[in-house]
């Protein structure tokens, strides 16, 4: 049973910055496709973040462009978000996820408070 799991996430200061990553924390990954970030407040559905393809293409969501980088390590199987410029609308929980050959992996998320 694969177990992802997320770190880097905390308190920091508007315009501060944080580093997210994720990786296996059990189990073997073996082809990995797209990998990605999602993160969610209560009451509202999870929402994308930001997604990378296995060729390295990336897609983000509008609130986050040209202020969040995704990033991947194609042999560590790992993901990356840094996330700069941060603001109060972003205090969420992040997760994680990886789409294999035949199952999506989810991480169990961390927090990320930003404060004003």
């Known amino acids: 049973q694969v177990q992802l799991v997320e770190s880097g996430g905390g308190l920091v200061q508007t315009g501060g910055s944080l580093r997210l990553s994720c990786g296996a924390a059990?189990?073997?990954?073996?082809?990995?496709?797209?990998m990605g970030w999602y993160r969610q407040v209560p009451g509202k559905q999870r929402e994308l973040v930001a997604t990378?393809?296995?060729?390295?293409?990336?897609n983000y969501a509008d609130s986050v462009k040209g202020r969040f980088a995704i990033s991947r390590d194609n042999v560590k199987k790992m993901v990356y978000l840094q996330m700069n410029s941060l603001k109060p609308e972003d205090t969420a929980v992040y997760y994680c996820?990886?789409?294999?050959?035949?199952?999506?992996?989810w991480g169990q998320g961390t927090q990320v408070t930003v404060s004003s």
């Open positions: 059990a189990g073997s990954l073996s082809w990995i496709n797209a």
């Open positions: 990378i393809s296995s060729g390295g293409s990336t």
């Open positions: 996820k990886m789409a294999g050959l035949l199952s999506d992996y």
